[in-house]
């Protein structure tokens, strides 16, 4: 098992922030790019965010000016802050390499639901 651990996922508001955490192994983590995935309910799960090793964003150009993805390359860590939630950003968020998830299998996810 991967053992990727995401976090921080809750129920909130139309509008607020969020910022969800993923602690991954090494093995998946180091020199690698690293991603962030959503399953919306009844969708497939898909890469919203990824960054590089050396820090290095890309997003969806629907989600680039209220998603800021980073990393701490000293804890094997990735976030995912979501500004001015959306509806639709509802989901669990997963994390993984990126694009090409690992072969290692997938964590438990964070849901996230919002509230308008």
């Known amino acids: 098992q991967a053992q990727l651990v995401e976090s921080g996922g809750g129920l909130v508001r139309a509008g607020e922030s969020l910022k969800l955490s993923c602690a991954a192994p090494a093995k998946i983590f180091r020199f690698n790019n690293m991603g962030w995935y959503r399953q919306a309910p009844g969708s497939q799960r898909t890469l919203i965010a990824s960054i590089t090793w050396h820090g290095a964003p890309t997003y969806k150009d629907s989600d680039k000016d209220r998603f800021i993805i980073s990393r701490d390359n000293t804890k094997y860590a990735i976030y995912l802050e979501i500004n001015r939630l959306k509806p639709e950003d509802a989901g669990v968020y997963y994390c993984?390499?990126?694009?090409?998830?690992?072969?290692w299998g997938w964590g438990q996810g964070t849901q996230v639901t919002v509230s308008s």
């Open positions: 993984n390499q990126a694009p090409t998830p690992s072969p």
